[in-house]
């Protein structure tokens, strides 16, 4: 296969974007394709759906976006835009990684889908490495070498998706079953409470009897442990 037929197999981060005239833009298309997904979530978003919500027939996409995963990886690097620190980081190590998780944890929020496909497709698209290179800008002052920071950037990774995982799946399914999240806990109570009294669960009985703080100070909380532990085993300031 030429080197034209191996680009066209490949990601679309290494094709051209259509060059045939249209009144449609690959821009136009991922922003319909983002709000769709914010909407009705991840599974509402087709290329058949996106062109209705444009006006436009199906086709005339392709002019843009070849195949469905092309748009996904174009929908997921434009909302990574978001995941990095606008204005430049602040100083120094910690509140940078922090600034970052943040910004992170936020854009998730906003696109819950994000989560979804976090796992599902290569984060390589410019706006992905932009966040990657700000990741490592934020160690850069640090004595240490290219392995232990990438553990670094790895455990913040994978804190702020795992509290952010449990924080959508939350509103996920008060989305799927209808009403809020204290009209589905005064539902589930009565079938807790009971459970609670047969004396099974002591310790959980008196953990649920906790007020804990909300999500925000929850993330806060178990970044700063997470940061703190790093900076004791690696001996940073």
Not at 49 to 63: H, I, K, P
Not at 125 to 131: A, Q, Y
Request: proline residues 4%; aromatic residues 6%.
């Amino acid at each position: 296969m030429n080197e034209a037929g191996e680009r066209a197999r490949g990601p679309v981060w290494v094709r051209e974007a259509g060059k045939r005239r249209s009144a449609l833009s690959r821009e136009a298309i991922v922003d319909t394709a983002v709000a769709l997904a914010d909407a009705e979530g991840l599974a509402a978003v087709s290329i058949r759906r996106v062109a209705g919500e444009l006006g436009a027939r199906a086709m005339s996409l392709y002019t843009h976006i070849e195949r469905k995963e092309d748009l996904l990886d174009l929908m997921f690097d434009k909302v990574a835009s978001e995941t990095c620190v606008a204005g430049g980081l602040p100083p120094g190590w910690r509140e940078g990684v922090s600034a970052i998780s943040r910004a992170t944890r936020n854009a998730m929020l906003r696109h819950p889908w994000m989560v979804d496909l976090a796992a599902q497709r290569p984060k390589i698209g410019p706006n992905s490495l932009r966040h990657g290179e700000q990741s490592l800008t934020a160690l850069a002052g640090l004595d240490l070498d290219d392995e232990a920071k990438g553990l670094i950037l790895t455990a913040a990774d994978d804190y702020t998706l795992g509290h952010t995982i449990r924080e959508v799946s939350r509103g996920v399914a008060v989305r799927r079953d209808g009403g809020s999240q204290a009209e589905r806990e005064a539902l589930l109570q009565p079938y807790i409470s009971e459970l609670m009294e047969t004396g099974d669960f002591p310790n959980l009985a008196r953990f649920m009897k906790t007020d804990f703080p909300g999500a925000v100070d929850n993330f806060e909380r178990g970044l700063k442990w997470l940061l703190d532990g790093l900076a004791a085993d690696l001996s940073l300031p």
